[in-house]
């Protein structure tokens, strides 16, 4: 368990139930693909969607027997989606560990992210609402559609930092505020404030991403450097090279028209972006997601998980960059 | 439309309808999406499991409303996994059209097949029960298992027919007992008819399957030939096959202990498959289970769909092989 919960008993003792409830939900016969995935559970992820699950329940009338089922949902859903991811990307590592694609091959990792969806429809239905389970496979088609966006939106040229708004809110800001409104809306909570954390999500997926994004070109970690490289190489531009990039066209462009980028060319155009203040200027905006994630926060019913929520939150978006 | 329709009015114009449902529920912004599904739509498949699951809705108190969605959702979980398993195989080609993996990349492929799985719990929630949902999300776990099995008993030299049996109970049958199955409990039938449904299925299932393992050896098409080679080649050993080698050792062994055939090493293979019996003796079993299929079938209450039921049944387990 990420050492960021061990300040919070309650929520750590929950998402202790839903690692739990994830184990036996995917036990089957294979030891071997039981075991690929046990090692994905505990492969030290931070379990932040669950504990948004579970964090925005308690503002309703909290029932564990329903909370915890669809927290791991949530997380299980971020699972397939970090397998079928590291096919496209073709990681090798993930959180520090060898991906499933790498270890057990390509087509291994297609079957358990398919195995992992299934499991989660499996819970949802024996312990959730056909409602829940509507906006969940919603909340999935967005992710997915992101995904494709995301794939076919490669070396665009066009330098769109509202497509890029739009590619981070399928692909992260929706997993976020989905965990903060299901919580919600399963303890009961007013459809008022169910979307308020549904806004909350959002922002707080937004910053988050843009940091993340960020970090890839500030980060003194050697493998976070190489992801930012991977990136640009498959033509992915995140919002510091946009940003950099609209600027500076004329130092870009000779880069931009080609298709394929050399190691040489991926070291000029990192070096261009950290120059052309690509950085700072996505340090500002993902400010201003986080301002408002807070901002919303701030307006929510007092409730000891607030404080939690606005905490945790801190500790995620106030990361060094 | 299949050609197997035309004599079945009421069934043509339901599988119609279902048709026309997948079209809505996977419309989206991008239209390279849409259209790469609609073209996997209208790419001539048979529609086999939705006009299961009308057929055996007719058994109950027939409702159009719940019926065509549910037809829809086993459609597209088919089509979801057909995606998936065209980029395991590495397929050029389907029902004679391009795959979208060969197409449009294997990445691609990976997020339409999620996008297909998420849509086909989207018109189930909105549709169907609880029940449903957890029947068909069960079912999707096993046939993800079958395919992770499948892909881990590659080269596997132990021949076993349990093994191959039990792979094809999960990669084909599942699904089509699955949608005998949904369509007589959504429409109220006892349980017992459910289950007769659901082993009508397994048989009718089990018999397709070996019958299309056998037309890999038998078929004059040579592209038939081709997926026979592919699957040798990447050691899925199916029951002609098996039987031959296991009759045969001898002959076999000095194959099967390489992991890596050459062309020629897959001429030899089949040759030797055909020259040991391996298609008299897979024919005898398809037959076993067409004949079962058939005994359950003729067990079931009078309605005209036993015999819509019994002449679908003739047409697809009588072809020539």
Known sequence: MDKMWNKYDDV???????????ESNIKCKDKKIENSIKELIHSGGKLLRPAFVIISSHFGSYNPKKVIPLAATVEMLHMATLVHDDIIDDAKLRRGQETIQSKYGKDYAVYIGDFLFCVCFKILASSSTLENIKIDSNSMSRICLGEIDQFNSRFDNTLSVKNYLNRISGKTAELFSLSLYV?????????????RFWHIGHNIGMAFQIIDDILDYTGSN???????????????????????????KSFFIPYLEKQIFSDEDVMDLMLLVNKYNGVDSAKQLAHKYTEKAFKLINKLPENPYKIVLSEVTQCLLKRTY
């Open 183 to 195: 919580g919600a809306a399963e303890s009961g909570c007013t459809d008022a404030l169910c979307k």
């Open 222 to 248: 050697d493998s976070i450097k190489k992801s930012a490289a991977v990136d640009i190489k498959q033509g992915i531009f995140t919002l510091p090279f946009i940003y950099a990039a609209r600027k500076n």
């Open 12 to 22: 750590s003792n929950e998402l202790k139930a839903v690692v739990s409830l994830m």
